[in-house]
């Protein structure tokens, strides 16, 4: 079992920053990859951001590349989301989800699943 809890949601104006934050517990943090993902209300919950367990390798969907960021810290068992330049439509529930495979984009091929947080951007 891997437990993550993320942390560093909250309402911020269009054009602004937030950072994310997801710690994690349990098994070996750095055996996984990791990823972003977010829901809107009445939407399916979508993509955002995949890094690799060593931190070498990530991938974005096309809506956030250029202004979100994916890293991890493996000594401190955590994985962030910098993400720059937000606007209104980055509004949505932010999961933080650990997988073993490499590649995966689909929600039902991550395992274990933080509970979320809430990201409101303003216009």
């Known amino acids: 079992q891997v437990q993550l809890v993320e942390s560093g949601g909250g309402l911020v104006q269009a054009g602004g920053s937030l950072r994310l934050s997801c710690a994690a517990s349990g098994r070996t943090f750095s055996g996984y990859n990791m990823g972003w993902f977010r829901q809107a209300p009445g939407k399916e919950r979508e993509f955002v951001a995949v890094?690799?367990?060593?931190?070498?390798?990530?991938s974005y969907a096309d809506s956030v590349k250029g202004r979100f960021t994916i890293s991890r810290d493996n000594a401190k068992n955590t994985l962030y989301l910098q993400m720059n330049s937000l606007k209104p439509e980055d509004t949505a529930v932010y999961y933080c989800a650990a997988t073993r495979g490499w590649g995966h984009r689909a929600p039902d091929q991550f395992n274990y699943w933080g509970q979320g947080t809430q990201v409101t951007v303003s216009s």
């Open positions: 890094i690799s367990w060593g931190g070498d390798s990530t």
